[in-house]
């Protein structure tokens, strides 16, 4: 249930319909636009069956939030929200915004290799426009066998390069057991789709203090993407930005589908930034380029795109990372896509202040 | 101010935050034990251990207060609920 206030809601009137909401046991939560502001109640609404809310001084309207999703659900927001990524006074650098005008883009290795190919990759990255760096260090591979990731080693790179470039860094956690040491590494922490509803791990990363990218299942439906976001932030963790990576189909063609109507969909039903990410979908590098400019013309708020200084000799998923170049060429046409979109590029980072 | 002033009030106030916190766990600890209490109390007169009603006027005061302190309501709502939990978690125990 949310309830919708008048713009000149005072703040004792705001503090007396939370507490009479918060005497039932629920919780509330508050999110102030420029025209309304909206109370959110979190917990068994048929406690409140009974409480004349709409008769209290302030406010405007009382509404049922029939999605099974609340906090992620687009009423429970005035505005769309903006995650800021970096934004730690203790870490000096840049930060990036995903979901304000700027569309943001992420790109990287699929697994950090080296420390000299992630520091490379991250300054091709920020040359050309790029807003973050990715780089895995623990790797979900279908085989066992296939190369796991450089593991801790390989986020004490990632620190390294953020520190040396100023680029916040996103990398996967694969398990509870890992969160503290990525998050003290990392700036952001993604949830692969193999593990979109690991529940265990959504909860967990729910207590954290670093954004969260949530990466859509191979076969889960957008309400499904939904509730797991809903996961992370029934713990206390807002800052949820969720990725569309193409679903599992019968095309072949392609590694998987992705699924551009997506976007739409989720914009229309969360307040969250979604972002693309067009290298797992397309499976080939060829593909990245048209599936951004697509995912772009959808209303994506950014992109995550591999890239690697070697892609023939890539260790993981060469085929669909971009060459320096290319990456640097796909930047190059991006922005008109942007601008057709009534967005910009590349304006999102900003840097911070010094460490206090 | 001088570098070496500058550098004498940081260490002063360092100071003068180590000690708060001191003042800030003591006081913690504090209403921790009159929430067991509370809770002792609570039982010998058959009331329930959880009271969100009171919880609620709890957390209404301290954004109230909050907000004439000159600070962030919000942030301070989401303190005093961790606060409330760990009183709740000693009379749970009981």
């Known amino acids: 249930m949310i309830i919708i206030t008048r713009s000149n809601i005072t703040d004792a009137e705001l503090d007396a319909i939370r507490e009479r909401i918060e005497q039932h046991g629920m919780r509330t939560h508050l999110s102030r636009g420029v025209e309304r502001t909206i109370i959110g109640c979190i917990g068994d609404e048929s406690l409140l069956a009974e409480v004349p809310l709409r008769s209290m001084p302030g406010v405007e309207d009382v509404l049922p939030v029939t999605k099974p999703y609340k906090l992620a659900s687009r009423e429970f927001a005035a505005t769309p929200s903006v995650v800021r990524v970096g934004d730690d006074p203790s870490r000096p650098g840049r930060v990036a915004a995903f979901g304000g005008r700027a569309i943001a883009v992420i790109a990287g290795p699929c697994s950090v290799e080296g420390p000299e190919m992630l520091r490379e990759s991250a300054e091709a990255v920020r040359d050309a426009g790029g807003v973050m760096l990715r780089g895995g260090a623990f790797k979900p591979r279908t085989s066992p066998y296939a190369f796991q990731g450089l593991g801790s080693t390989a986020l004490k790179m990632l620190a390294d390069v953020r520190r040396s470039t100023g680029m916040p860094v996103v990398t996967e956690v694969m398990d509870p057991r890992q969160i503290d040491a990525v998050a003290e590494h990392a700036d952001m922490l993604q949830v692969g789709a193999r593990n979109m509803q690991n529940f265990s791990l959504l909860s967990e990363l729910g207590r954290v203090k670093r954004p969260v990218l949530l990466k859509r299942g191979l076969s889960a439906t957008i309400k499904e993407l939904l509730m797991a976001a809903e996961y992370i932030m029934a713990q206390g963790n807002r800052d949820v930005v969720l990725c569309e990576r193409g679903i599992r189909t019968f095309e072949q063609a392609t590694r998987n589908t992705l699924d551009v109507a997506a976007v739409p969909v989720l914009k229309r039903e969360t307040h969250l930034p979604v972002i693309v990410d067009p290298s797992h979908a397309g499976g080939v590098a060829d593909l990245v380029a048209p599936l951004s400019f697509a995912a772009i013309a959808a209303g994506a708020d950014g992109l995550i795109v591999e890239v690697h200084p070697d892609p023939a000799n890539a260790l993981s998923d060469g085929d669909q990372s971009l060459s320096f170049a290319g990456f640097r060429s796909l930047m190059e046409r991006l922005g008109a896509f942007a601008e057709a979109a009534g967005r910009s590029l590349g304006a999102a980072a900003k840097e911070t202040g010094a460490a206090a | ?94």
């Open chain 2, 1 to 94: 101010m001088s570098a070496e002033e500058a550098r004498q009030a940081l260490q002063r106030c360092r100071h003068e935050i180590e000690s708060l916190d001191r003042d800030l766990v003591s006081l913690l600890a504090r209403r921790v034990a009159v929430s067991k209490e509370i809770g002792s109390a609570k039982k010998a007169a058959g009331l329930p251990t959880l009271d969100p009603a009171r919880e609620a006027e709890v957390i209404r005061r301290a954004a109230g207060m909050a907000r004439e302190a000159g600070l962030n309501d919000e942030k301070v709502r989401d303190i005093f609920w961790h606060v409330i939990g760990l009183s709740r978690a000693v009379q749970v125990d009981e």
